[in-house]
């Protein structure tokens, strides 16, 4: 029987976290770093990066593009060794077939399911040496239809097959795993509802918080704290998982 003194202590191991700057991303990067893990946060938004510095000087930070392969390829060519990759960094948009334009549909799939691609290949050499974890930032839009939300819920279901296809292809050499978090209270929401119902956010917060049987939005930590586990050695025979974090709304 296995016995760890903290099955959830990270000492020893490097974390990048892509979109790491805010929201969840930033989450995971600050209870990481708490469980002893070196943590490289990247991210393309050079302000919200040096803020995070401040309060956690001993992180690395990069400033990348994850649209750019070129960038990418750089970013990771930077780091010595790497355990874990959690992809977080990820984009919507709003409208039905019809209403969404080619632009519209490219850019969301860029980000999200290409930007998911470039990280991960940039990756691989690495945590194939550490046999590693890849942790994918899903979402129950994969999972199931969400109105007008064409183009997200489309990316968000290929970033769930990528997560099961890749734990195939390296069954004993990676673990990659997927959360999939309902409506999480976020500055991804937060634009979402400056951006789409900037006269009625309390309206359709109130709204979104119904829609999830607990009656309320998620939060960061709680998906970060789900994130760790993953990510930890107490997930040792977890592998090619979706694991949902979602308030029951893929239940009811």
Do not use: W
């Not at 550490?130 to 999972?143: F, I, T």
């Not at 997200?152 to 279901?157: A, N, Q, R, T, W």
């Amino acid at each position: 029987m296995l016995m760890l003194t903290s099955p959830f202590d990270l000492h020893g191991k490097t974390a990048l976290v892509t979109g790491g700057a805010s929201g969840i991303g930033e989450a995971i990067v600050r209870l990481f770093e708490s469980a002893g893990a070196s943590i490289v946060a990247l991210d393309a938004n050079p302000t919200r990066l040096d803020e995070l510095k401040l309060g956690l000087p001993g992180i690395a930070a990069l400033e990348c593009d994850i649209t750019n392969e070129e960038a990418v390829n750089a970013a990771f060519a930077s780091l010595q060794s790497l355990d874990i990759l959690v992809n977080c960094a990820g984009i919507g948009t709003v409208g039905s077939v019809e209403e969404t334009s080619l632009e519209e549909f490219r850019r969301v799939h860029q980000v999200n399911v290409e930007g998911t691609f470039l990280t991960t290949r940039a990756a691989l050499p690495l945590l194939l040496q550490s046999k590693g974890v890849v942790l994918n930032m899903g979402s129950v839009a994969g999972l199931v239809g969400f109105k007008r939300r064409f183009a997200y819920c489309s990316s968000k279901g290929a970033v769930i097959a990528m997560t099961r296809q890749l734990a195939v292809d390296y069954p004993t050499t990676l673990r990659v795993n997927c959360i999939a978090p309902g409506t999480v209270d976020s500055p991804f929401v937060e634009a979402y509802l400056e951006k789409y119902h900037r006269h009625e956010k309390d309206k359709v917060r109130t709204e979104l918080a119904g829609r999830q049987p607990l009656g309320r939005l998620g939060t960061p930590d709680e998906v970060a704290a789900l994130a760790l586990y993953l990510c930890s050695p107490a997930a040792a025979f977890v592998t090619g998982s979706i694991v949902t974090i979602d308030g029951g709304l893929t239940a009811a």
